[in-house]
Nanobody, 117 residues
């Protein structure tokens, strides 16, 4: 079983920044595609950002230019740097580790991000 653990959420004022971290317990982390998703109350879970094992990234339309996803395969870690945060970014953020060839699709427990003044 692969364990996915997020950290780094919290409260921030509009315009502020936060950095989320996600550590994955596997010996083949570099082969996993990683993603950050978020879910606000009453809304569906949506993709925020994703990055392949080779480092190719893509972003949801609402965060492009403000958020950045990075990974360090030697540390089994992926980060989500969030800048210019807006109240509409308030949500529970989830880390996802996926490897289709093994049928793996693992989620973390989520970390809360609240943006308000």
């Amino acid at each position: 079983q692969v364990e996915v653990v997020e950290s780094g959420g919290g409260w921030v004022q509009p315009g502020g920044s936060l950095r989320l971290s996600c550590v994955v317990s596997t010996n083949i982390f570099s082969t996993y595609d990683m993603g950050w998703y978020r879910q606000a109350p009453g809304k569906q879970r949506e993709l925020v950002a994703a990055i392949t094992g080779g480092g190719r990234d893509h972003y949801g339309d609402s965060v492009t230019g403000r958020f950045a996803i990075t990974r360090d395969n030697a540390k089994n870690t992926v980060w989500l740097n969030m800048n210019d945060l807006k109240p509409e970014d308030t949500a529970t953020y989830y880390c996802n580790a996926r490897k289709f060839s093994l049928g793996h699709d693992f989620w973390g427990q989520g970390t809360q991000v609240t943006v308000s003044s």
